[in-house]
């Protein structure tokens, strides 16, 4: 950090003789001399092994503090609760959801307050940890920022991709009496080949291009795909990015703007995203104290053309989204200023 910068808030926690204690017990986790010397920058993950939309955040979380090393700060991660709405809607779990979306916003508050984090990075994946991530640091308002785990790949079924909204379609089919139990059964194996949230623009890929449109969510960064080879550079570098926002002392308060909610109203209109983003909008709203209403969507949406051909309304899945635009966006500026970093 440099002279001009702010106290760290970590200092209270981990400086002076005094704090010898939580010294000694944070070493027995694995920290040494130098780490006390830096920056504590809290990583907070919504892994879970339930449902492939947060399953590989684990491996992504290593490139993440593996980045935040390399900038000068002291990675500490913990995880948080995650409930998968592929999974268990239709059934009694699927109430838990909503409520899962505040507990996340409350457990990352919590850890990072009650361990005086310097800044943060929220690792999401699926639908109710976005806004989640997004809400916990509007009220925290310390520099941070969200990292989307990607888009699941599209499996494939007698010769064409498909989606877990193929499989869900095929079930009407099979009630219906026109799909069989064995070609149902080839279709649920086939649909989901690993790691990634739904690769339509359903609430998770519609809320992860919120982020970018709020800036808390580096651009470029989300839409790389779960299981891309660019993904481990993608999580590198934005752990690199949260440790220059704590150099520049930039916090969500001068990045989630009216403006910025508004900008990601349009963006959400445009790709046919989910009605999901009204609900989370306004909740992140909220917590960045920022007036926001219902009519506000209809003022902007009205405008607003579709512009994005995506999944479930359209053709193209998410990574094809990526493959066309954001591929060009991802080699001619993300990978020369990750390796500009390198040097």
Same mark, same amino acid.
């Given at each position: 950090?440099?002279?001009?910068?702010?106290?760290?808030?970590?200092?209270?926690?981990?400086?002076?003789?005094?704090?010898?204690?939580?010294?000694?017990?944070?070493?027995?986790?694995?920290?040494?001399?130098?780490?006390?010397?830096?920056?504590?920058?809290?990583?907070?993950?919504?892994?879970?092994?339930?449902?492939?939309?947060?399953?590989?955040?684990?491996?992504?979380?290593?490139?993440?503090?593996?980045?935040?090393?390399?900038?000068?700060?002291?990675?500490?991660?913990?995880?948080?609760?995650?409930?998968?709405?592929?999974? /268990?809607?239709?059934?009694?779990?699927?109430?838990?959801?909503?409520?899962?979306?505040?507990?996340?916003?409350?457990?990352?508050?919590?850890?990072?307050?009650?361990?005086?984090?310097?800044?943060?990075?929220?690792?999401?994946?699926?639908?109710? /940890?976005?806004?989640?991530?997004?809400?916990?640091?509007?009220?925290?308002?310390?520099?941070?920022?969200?990292?989307?785990g990607g888009s699941i790949a599209p499996g494939e079924f007698e010769?064409?991709?498909?989606?877990?909204?193929?499989?869900?379609?095929?079930?009407?089919?099979?009630?219906?009496?026109?799909?069989?139990?064995?070609?149902? =059964?080839?279709?649920?194996?086939?649909?989901?080949?690993?790691?990634?949230?739904?690769?339509?623009?359903?609430?998770?890929? /519609?809320?992860?291009?919120?982020?970018?449109?709020?800036?808390?969510?580096?651009?470029?960064?989300?839409?790389?795909?779960?299981?891309?080879?660019?993904?481990?550079?993608?999580?590198?570098?934005?752990?690199?990015?949260?440790?220059?926002?704590?150099?520049?002392?930039?916090?969500?308060?001068?990045?989630?703007?009216?403006?910025?909610?508004?900008?990601?109203?349009?963006?959400?209109?445009?790709?046919?995203?989910? /009605?999901?983003?009204?609900?989370?909008?306004?909740?992140?709203?909220?917590?960045?104290?920022?007036?926001?209403?219902?009519?506000?969507?209809?003022?902007?949406?009205?405008?607003?053309?579709?512009?994005?051909? =995506?999944?479930?309304?359209?053709?193209?899945?998410?990574?094809? =989204?990526?493959?066309?635009?954001?591929?060009?966006?991802?080699?001619?500026?993300?990978?020369?200023?990750?390796?500009?970093?390198?040097?």
């Amino acid at each position: 950090m440099s002279e001009s910068s702010p106290k760290l808030r970590s200092s209270a926690l981990i400086g002076g003789a005094s704090r010898a204690g939580a010294r000694a017990m944070l070493r027995a986790c694995g920290l040494k001399d130098d780490d006390f010397k830096k920056p504590l920058i809290g990583v907070a993950n919504t892994w879970i092994e339930i449902g492939p939309c947060n399953y590989h955040l684990r491996e992504l979380a290593e490139h993440v503090k593996a980045g935040i090393r390399k900038a000068g700060g002291t990675p500490l991660e913990f995880n948080t609760v995650s409930i998968s709405d592929g999974i /268990t809607m239709g059934t009694e779990g699927m109430k838990a959801s909503l409520i899962s979306r505040e507990v996340i916003a409350d457990s990352i508050e919590l850890v990072t307050r009650g361990n005086l984090f310097d800044a943060l990075v929220v690792l999401v994946g699926c639908d109710k /940890t976005i806004p989640g991530g997004i809400m916990a640091l509007a009220r925290l308002d310390i520099p941070g920022l969200i990292l989307y785990g990607g888009s699941i790949a599209p499996g494939e079924f007698e010769g064409h991709p498909v989606t877990i909204q193929d499989v869900y379609e095929a079930i009407g089919s099979h009630s219906s009496g026109k799909m069989s139990d064995a070609r149902l =059964l080839e279709l649920e194996k086939s649909a989901c080949p690993g790691a990634g949230a739904c690769g339509g623009q359903f609430t998770a890929n /519609t809320m992860a291009l919120v982020t970018e449109f709020l800036g808390i969510g580096p651009m470029g960064l989300s839409g790389v795909p779960a299981t891309n080879q660019g993904k481990a550079a993608a999580g590198e570098l934005a752990g690199e990015m949260v440790m220059d926002l704590l150099r520049r002392n930039i916090s969500p308060s001068k990045i989630i703007t009216k403006t910025a909610i508004e900008n990601a109203i349009a963006g959400v209109a445009a790709t046919g995203g989910s /009605t999901n983003s009204v609900l989370h909008l306004l909740a992140i709203a909220n917590e960045a104290k920022l007036p926001l209403s219902i009519d506000d969507f209809d003022r902007i949406s009205s405008k607003t053309p579709i512009i994005a051909d =995506l999944k479930p309304g359209g053709r193209f899945v998410a990574t094809d =989204l990526f493959a066309l635009d954001q591929l060009q966006f991802w080699q001619h500026f993300v990978l020369p200023t990750y390796i500009q970093h390198q040097r």
